[in-house]
Structure formats: structure tokens, C-alpha cells
């Protein structure tokens, strides 16, 4: 399982989480909404619901082969009965679902699979629900650009090979020690950093004391891309003969004019 993340619904903390590449929230915590003391109970009176049982059972219908359908359909003709109680885990170790998972330890807790946490949810309050429903959306609208600044960082890297590769076949003379040429490398890394960011590596870390990693570690994916870009390059230019000083006048008016049209394409997209 991932690591547990929060959101914040009108003043209420929701946990959530993946199993298997599924997402799960803590219906527990939704449950508090109703009764804040009592939550189990909460979670205890929905899934006593037949409407639920019926709910549970078709999402594990569609969703889990290893589904139980016989003990299912002993829990739905039981179902609105005064004498049935279902806990969570009883549901899940008698059908062994995977829609609801119940979590023990420091993270405690009943989790459901999100769309099921959102019927749960709109049992609750139908308000909650949608406020619910927006925060998580956001959740994924961020996970999503993490995701997208993380490919292009592993582009960048994938791309350095090929620009050491040419700084090692046209810069570095044979026979020089892994210190000096660990120089040149590092100079040539700074080509491109002051091409792009205004300063070198050593200058970011001075002025940057309490952060971890290096600047590109914390560029935009914007930034990314055109790195990314100008490892290619820089790499053709080194091939080609061209002075350093002569490349990094090049390298930066290369990066000025495509971070414009990087950012113009941004907004473009933010207007529609």
C-alpha cells in the first residue's frame, strides 16, 4: 500500500490511500461527520442497509473475480432485518471483497474504494459529498502534475547521458584523472545552468542553504522541458567544435525563447 495522504473537507481531515493501484478513503473518518464519537457505529448502521448490501455486491460483481456470491446473497435476504448487523469485517472476510478494506495500527481505520466512499458519503450528507467529491478531484489534479514533472525529470537525466557522453568523446583529454574530468563535467553542467536558471550549481547552493538537491531538482516542469532540450543540443554544439563561451550565448537564447512559448502555451491553456 502507498503512503496515507490527507485532505481537508470544511475542517474535517479525510485520509486516503492505494491498494493495488485502487483508490481508497477512509469512510471512517467520513463517518465522524455524523457522529464524531461513535464512528464505527455510523459505518456499522449504513452497511446494515439493504440498498448498501445491493451496492457492495454489484461494484464486487464487476470489480473482483474472486468474489463470494453465495455468502453475498445470504447478507442481502438478511439485510434490513432488526436482528442483521454487518461489520466491515465480517463483509469483507466472508465475500472476500476488496472494495472495503479494514486497516488496524496507527493509520486505523475502514477505507473504501472511492466510488463507494462516495455513496457512503452522500448517505451521510449529500453537502459533504460534493465538497468531498471536489477536494479529491483536486488531490488527483496534483498527483497527476507530480507525475508529469517526475517523467521529465527522468527525461533530463536520460538526456544528460547523451550530453557527458559528448563532453567526455570532445573535452576530456585521455589519460586525465576521475577528478579533473569530474570538473569538466561539472562545468559543462553549469553551462547549461546558467543558460537556463542565471547561476551555477555552487551559487544555487549558497544562496539555497537548507534545501536538499540541486536546482533542478526543484525546477517547473516548463523548465524540465527545456533542459531537456538543451542537453540535446549542447550536445551537437560540443560535437561540433563550438567554443564554450560561443554555446552558452546560444544555450541561453535558445532557453529565453522557448521558455516563452512554454509559458504561452500554459496560459493559452489556463484561458480556455
Same mark, same amino acid.
Given at each position: 500500500? +502507498?503512503?496515507?495522504?490527507?485532505? #481537508? $473537507?470544511?475542517d474535517?481531515?479525510?485520509?486516503t490511500?492505494?491498494a493495488?493501484g485502487?483508490d481508497? *478513503?477512509c ?13 464505527? /457505529? $455510523? $459505518?456499522g ?5 439493504? +440498498? ?7 461494484w %464486487? ?8 456470491? *453465495?455468502?453475498? &446473497?445470504g @447478507?442481502?435476504q438478511?439485510a434490513?432485518?432488526?436482528? @442483521? =448487523?454487518?461489520?466491515? #469485517?465480517?463483509?469483507i %472476510? ?9 486497516k ?6 475502514t477505507y473504501?474504494q ?11 450528507? $449529500? ?8 477536494? @479529491?478531484?483536486?488531490?488527483?489534479? %496534483? ?6 514533472w517526475?517523467?521529465k525529470?527522468?527525461l #533530463?537525466?536520460?538526456?544528460y547521458h547523451? !550530453?557527458?557522453?559528448?563532453?567526455r568523446?570532445n ?8 577528478? !579533473?574530468?569530474?570538473l569538466?563535467?561539472?562545468e &559543462?553542467?553549469?553551462?547549461l545552468n ?5 547561476? =551555477? /550549481?555552487?551559487e544555487?547552493r549558497?544562496?539555497?542553504p537548507g534545501?536538499?538537491g540541486?536546482m533542478?531538482?526543484y525546477? =517547473?516542469? +516548463?523548465q524540465?522541458?527545456?533542459?531537456s532540450?538543451?542537453?540535446n ?6 560535437? %561540433?567544435?563550438?567554443?564554450?563561451r560561443d554555446r552558452?550565448h ?21 484561458l480556455?
Open positions: 500500500m +502507498n503512503k496515507i495522504q490527507e485532505i #481537508s $473537507v470544511r474535517a481531515i479525510i485520509r490511500m492505494k493495488n485502487v481508497y *478513503i469512510i471512517t473518518d467520513i463517518a465522524r461527520q455524523k457522529n464524531s464519537l461513535e464512528p464505527n /457505529a $455510523v $459505518v448502521n449504513w452497511m446494515r442497509n439493504r +440498498n448498501t448490501i445491493e451496492y457492495l455486491g454489484i %464486487e460483481y464487476l470489480n473482483n473475480p474472486s468474489f463470494n456470491p *453465495i455468502e453475498f &446473497e @447478507f442481502k438478511q434490513g432485518l432488526n436482528a @442483521f =448487523t454487518l461489520s466491515p #469485517s465480517r463483509w %472476510e466472508a465475500t472476500n471483497a476488496i472494495g472495503i478494506i479494514a488496524s495500527g496507527r493509520y486505523g481505520g473504501a472511492r466510488d463507494i466512499a462516495f455513496k457512503f458519503a452522500s448517505w451521510v450528507s $449529500v453537502e459533504f459529498e460534493l465538497y468531498l467529491i471536489k477536494e @479529491f478531484q483536486r488531490l488527483k489534479e %496534483e498527483e497527476q502534475k507530480q507525475l508529469g517526475s517523467a525529470r527522468e #533530463s537525466k536520460i538526456n547523451i !550530453h557527458t557522453d559528448a563532453v568523446a573535452l576530456v583529454p585521455d589519460e586525465v584523472d576521475a577528478y !579533473h574530468s569530474s569538466i563535467y561539472a &559543462e553542467a553549469d553551462v546558467v543558460a537556463l536558471f542565471g547561476m =551555477t /550549481a555552487k544555487w549558497e544562496a539555497n534545501k536538499k540541486n533542478r531538482d525546477a =517547473t516542469i +516548463n524540465l522541458i527545456c533542459l532540450n538543451m542537453e543540443l549542447n550536445a551537437v554544439f560540443i560535437n %561540433e567544435g563550438i567554443p564554450q552558452l546560444k544555450l541561453n537564447k535558445i532557453a529565453i525563447q522557448q521558455m516563452t512559448v512554454l509559458e504561452e502555451v500554459g496560459n493559452r491553456k489556463l480556455k
